[in-house]
């Protein structure tokens, strides 16, 4: 793996020496997941913004058409009970 320079403040750098010990990892492995998860992060952000955006453009005929369906398969259900 390539290596970088990381400057982290005092503080920090203590918070993740005392989690790399508790978790019996190297400090790089703790620095390094929590990048991964930084940036899955965003990723999911980025996926929650896409499926509002699809609900917000009324899939499947909109909010009217699924309760129509809705009503229709529960009374399916219902009748089959």
């Given at each position: 793996m390539?290596?970088?320079?990381?400057?982290?403040?005092?503080k920090?750098l203590?918070?993740?020496?005392?989690?790399?010990?508790?978790s019996?990892?190297?400090?790089?492995?703790?620095?390094?997941?929590?990048?991964?998860?930084?940036?899955?992060?965003?990723e999911r952000?980025?996926?929650?913004?896409?499926?509002?955006?699809?609900?917000?453009?009324?899939?499947?005929?909109?909010?009217?058409?699924?309760?129509?369906?809705?009503?229709?398969?529960?009374?399916?259900?219902?009748?089959?009970?």
């Amino acid at each position: 793996m390539p290596q970088m320079s990381l400057y982290l403040k005092d503080k920090t750098l203590e918070s993740v020496k005392a989690k790399a010990a508790a978790s019996k990892l190297p400090v790089s492995q703790i620095v390094r997941l929590a990048v991964e998860q930084y940036l899955l992060t965003d990723e999911r952000k980025s996926a929650k913004g896409r499926v509002i955006r699809f609900l917000k453009d009324e899939p499947l005929g909109g909010m009217k058409a699924w309760k129509a369906l809705h009503k229709e398969r529960a009374e399916a259900d219902d009748s089959r009970g």
